[in-house]
């Protein structure tokens, strides 16, 4: 019997266990926008790694390699002819791709229809294939009517969520018809598909079957056998853990309580008590409530600023990039922007903790790697879900200041994008605002080239300007705009690769410059091995390379300078005996210096790492370095002059 005790609140996890240990805390790292009231993301196991995005209207977008792509893949809105009903809880509402999607194309799709009375949106899920001749676009002829639901009277508590489960089945969500407190009064009724999670065999050619393990397969009507769970409200969101298949339901709320249900893998027949209980209070009737059978939900919370006010079901992160996430499940509220880890102990109640606040929630998404995105309805961005970069142990944000010539005696900062998944960067070049700084004879009006090294050098961009660049908005946001508008600087997404940027004057003149390679996204993509090259003159016209540690935990990095070996890659006047100072930027302090590397008095871990210079006349620096700032200097061991590289190599993972 399910009955209202002070002791079930134990149950829901609102306690502090000492054997869990605390989520990390969560960065929104932008990942794209220009959308229109996205409500759901989603991917196909494809290995093409696009991820889709569905605007409540009636489209489907496309995010390809960072990018959002001009066509919609799929437009059913009302102005394409669609029929698509969009406005408040109404609209496309839910996207799932079949598992051999790679082999058959086909998709599946969630919306509130419009009727000819105009009353309310009857619910339609469709199955649609994607085009023969081009895979960015759906063929909208393809449309097969799945499911119906009527819908006539309220235009709110749909559902619309679709997902695959690890059995291979479709599972459905639908609200419990609209209205307020379950007027219909359909949700604990086996004889009506509101207010449940239902589970269809879509593998034939046309609509669906019923799968046999359904627990009311062989139930007499009127019991409906598409029934997996019921006493549901308005379940908006559901997940599978990919690692046990249980499935978590964000079922949204009526005046007080938000509640997350747990249903294990397999587990059908579930009552998850609406609209007798919200929660795990008393709604009909308000006191002395009993349900026998019903099951309790794992996590609610209160309408107040604390909690929210409808919640939105999220994933159990199983990614690889946030190892101390591993297991916790995140959900947030669209009221209050919270977004939520939570977790069992080893007795199995769930605690919670808020690891990132925004606002105007509409849906969680997850790639096929894991890693979680979470959808603005306001905005229309995509986020992804990342460490806090400041707790991530890295060097990053380098940049190199020195003598840009003219010819082959420009300055030439490289980079190399490492991990498994494309960075966007801001690359910058600076000369007239250096003057500000105290540097003498800057570069009046630089210019920047982008090279890509990889297979081949190729220019992939070129800005001398950064006002007159596609991205100077995006640019200004990240507050990675040059003080001067004759500067330059790009913003691209970028994939794993080596790359190079070129500052030149773009009018032939000379001067000091500086070039600056700046992360914007994916903290936990390494930028790594920064190496500038640029020549090396006498007094203050040295070759400055300046960077940063971040994060928590110090860094051990290998710091070079290179002059005599650049004769053999083609460089006529290379620095003969490069000197390399490093100094701490808080404090100016010389932390080590260096004249011939084999002079270290770690030359053996620095030959032993891979980073020794090719020459005895070269200089390195090994140090292990707290997070702060630092800069390089090379410069001529006994005034000398010519080009030289200065760079930058962290070790270890």
Known sequence: MRLFTAAALLVLGFRTSALLAAPPPLT????????????????????????????????????????????????ISLPAGGTV????????????????????????VDYTRIRDDMAGGDIVVERYTRSATDPDRADPASASLVLFQAHPIFGNHNGGKLAFGPDG????????????????HVAESLNEL?????????????????????PFAMANAPVRPEIWAYGLRNPWRFSFDRVTGDVFIGDVGQNLWEEID?????????????????????????????????????????????GGFAVIGGFRYRGSTMPAL????????????????????????????????????????????????VANLANGTISRLTPAATTIPRAVNLSTRGHVGTGNDVLIGGFIIAGDRPKTVVVSGAGPSLQSAGVPGPVPNPRLTIVSQDPLPTVIATNDNWQDGPDAARIADAGLAPADPREPAVMLTLQPGAYTAI?????????????????????????????????????????????????????TVVITAIGPSLLAAGITDPLQNPALTLVRSSDHAIIASNVGWQNAGNAAEIQQAGFAPADMRESAIMATLAPGAYTAIVSGANGGTGVAIVAVYEIGP
Do not use: M
């Open 169 to 184: 089945y479709l599972y459905v969500s639908i609200g419990d018809g609209g209205g307020a407190g379950d007027t219909l």
């Open 503 to 555: 500052l030149e004057d773009a009018g032939g003149a000379t001067g000091q410059g500086l070039v600056g390679v700046f992360e914007v996204d994916h903290p936990e993509v390494p930028l790594i091995d920064i190496a500038t090259r640029g020549p090396v003159l006498g007094g203050d016209d040295v070759l400055i390379g300046g960077f940063v540690i971040q994060g928590d935990a110090p860094r």
């Open 85 to 108: 009903v969009a406005g408040g809880e109404q609209g496309l509402l839910g996207l799932a791709f079949d598992p051999d999607y790679v082999h058959n194309g086909r998709f599946y």
């Open 326 to 373: 591993d297991g916790y499940y995140v959900y947030g509220d669209s009221g209050t922007g919270h977004i939520w880890a939570a977790a069992p102990d080893n007795a199995g109640n769930w605690t919670t903790t808020v690891v990132a606040n925004t606002f105007a929630i509409s849906t969680f998404g997850q790639d096929v790697s894991g890693e979680l995105y």
């Open 194 to 214: 509101p207010g449940k999670l239902l589970r269809l065999d879509v593998s034939g050619a046309s609509g669906y079957t019923i799968p046999p393990s359904n």
């Open 262 to 306: 747990f249903q294990p893998a397999g587990a059908g027949a579930i009552n998850y008590g609406w609209g007798t209980f919200e929660g795990t209070h008393c709604f009909n009737p308000p006191t002395g409530c009993s349900l026998p059978g019903s099951t309790l939900p794992i996590l609610e919370y209160f309408h107040d600023a604390n």
């Open 28 to 75: 929104l790292e932008p990942f794209v926008s220009g959308l229109a009231s996205p409500t759901e993301i989603a991917q196909p196991d494809d290995g093409s790694g696009r991820i889709f995005v569905v605007e409540q209207a009636g489209t489907i977008r496309i995010i390809k390699n960072g990018v959002l792509l001009p066509t919609p893949f799929l437009d």
